[in-house]
């Protein structure tokens, strides 16, 4: 008899869900906390106490990154209304093309019609639109893991993208190689919780989230940068750091479940066989040489970290514009590669804040960091054009 998993530290669960995958009697259910994060509850009454939920939890089961040198390139897709659509390079769609064309199946984090993001996933082109796009938000599993473990003993081709743990627990939880998966990571900095969006989408929507539709946190009409937008009703509204408290604090590292204050994921290793972000600062050099590239328009940093990875990696040549970099250039500007977020002085106070008096608390703090956005609105008011001829001359 052995004992199911237990929580002790908030830190100690991501909320990847590979625990509820796990249990066969269905024991675990992902539940929100007061702050609106997800973790486990046992219903011990269902529990057989067989430890599985231990074994394939990645914070007892250590799942080994990839540690050598990657392959680095700078990348970005030929088709435009894709690398529009995308929030940085749109590598991962020109991934999911080669994929759906060998009949698999792609998994990724897509809006409900309630407006939660969940973990889901889609066997033909059409389809990948709703997985395209970043959501900057804690997005729920669900059972995809049982999902793809089936797909691949069917022999089919499953390419599942997510944060790395969400990575780590997916191969947690399968415990055997499969050739016929391939796993796309994302460089991150940490998610909020769902209740914290969804309180914010209420605000700024005054009261209509039921009319919000098509939300993007990063609108191409705005250039490449983290400035987003929604429908509501027949009006677009702006959706940002000016606009949005949740939108402020989550650029600030502010408002993280803490399991990313203590992420081990950007020291140990990538989780997946490829790795996708930003690659802010990519100098005009690079650009000549991906040839027929706009940097306005979104340049991905791409680590291919496995022999797997170079394969899929290859398939993709004729869709993209890629140029061969190293991960120093691209540490430079993308320290979430080698290291955690660290919380702010004022983060216990504002998580507290919030789960006393609700999204009140957040308003609050929002009032008086509007100067700093200032700063930075004016900041990224300079053409990334200009940013990048300085950086060439600073660096
Ligand atoms: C929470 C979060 C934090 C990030 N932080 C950074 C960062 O600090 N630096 C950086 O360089 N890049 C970061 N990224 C990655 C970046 O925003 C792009 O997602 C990435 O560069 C891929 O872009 P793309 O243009 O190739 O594809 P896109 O089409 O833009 O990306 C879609 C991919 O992102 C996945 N995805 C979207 N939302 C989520 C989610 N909530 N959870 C899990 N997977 C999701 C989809 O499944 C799909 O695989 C972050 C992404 C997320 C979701
Ligand atoms: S010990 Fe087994 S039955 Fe109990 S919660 Fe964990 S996986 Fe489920
Ligand atoms: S398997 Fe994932 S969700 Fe379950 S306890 Fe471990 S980290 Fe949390
Ligand atoms: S920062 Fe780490 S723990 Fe947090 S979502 Fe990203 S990979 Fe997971």
């Known amino acids: 008899m052995r004992a199911h998993i237990s929580i002790r530290r908030p830190e100690e669960c991501c909320g990847c869900g590979a625990c509820v ?3 066969a009697p269905g024991a675990i259910t992902m539940q929100e906390d007061e702050a609106g994060f997800i973790y486990p509850a046992v219903d011990e009454a269902l529990c057989v106490n067989c430890g599985r939920c231990v074994d394939v939890c990645v914070f007892t089961q250590k799942e080994e990154g990839a540690n050598g040198a990657p392959q680095v390139y700078a990348a970005a897709v030929k088709d435009k209304s894709v690398l529009k659509d995308s ?10 093309d080669a994929v759906l064309d060998k009949g698999g199946v792609v998994f990724g984090a897509s809006w409900t019609d309630d407006l939660t993001v969940e973990h889901t996933g889609v066997s033909d082109r059409d389809g990948l639109a709703a997985l395209r796009g970043s959501k900057y938000v804690q997005s729920s599993t669900g059972d995809t893991f049982s999902q793809v473990k089936k797909l691949l003993k069917d022999g089919r081709y499953v390419c599942y993208s997510g944060t790395p743990c969400q990575i780590a627990g997916l191969k947690a939880f399968l415990g055997a190689e499969y050739e016929n998966l391939l796993t796309v990571d994302l460089v991150c900095h940490g998610v909020p ?9 209420d605000f ?3 009261g209509n989230v039921s009319g919000i539709r ?7 009409q705005y250039g490449w940068g983290t400035r987003g937008s929604f429908l509501c009703g027949d009006s677009k509204v702006k959706y940002n750091a000016g606009t949005s408290a949740y939108y402020f604090y989550f650029l600030k590292g502010e408002v993280y479940r803490e399991s990313c204050y203590h992420c081990r994921f950007p020291s140990e290793g990538r989780q997946g066989d490829i790795t996708l972000g930003d690659y802010w600062g990519v100098r005009e050099e690079l650009i000549s040489e991906m040839g027929g590239a706009d940097p306005e328009l979104g340049v991905s940093c791409v680590l291919v ?14 869709s ?3 140029a061969r970099t190293d991960r120093a250039s691209v540490e430079k500007r993308n320290k979430q590669l080698t290291a955690h977020s660290t919380p702010l002085p004022e983060h216990s106070a504002l998580l507290n804040g919030y789960i006393k008096t609700g999204y009140a608390a957040f308003r609050k703090g929002y009032k008086k960091h509007i100067k700093d956005h200032v700063i930075r609105t004016a900041k990224n008011m300079i053409p990334s054009r200009i940013k990048r001829k300085l950086s060439n001359i600073l660096f």
């Open 204 to 206: 700024v929507s005054k």
């Open 193 to 201: 919780s769902m209740k914290m969006l969804r309180d914010d989408l």
């Open 214 to 220: 098509d939300i993007r946190f990063r609108d191409k």
């Open 305 to 318: 970290n496995t022999e797997k990875g170079k394969r899929w990696f290859s398939a993709i040549g004729n």
């Open 320 to 322: 993209v514009c890629v």
């Open 87 to 96: 929030s940085s390079g749109g590598i991962f769609t020109a991934i999911a």
């Open 21 to 23: 995958n796990a249990c």
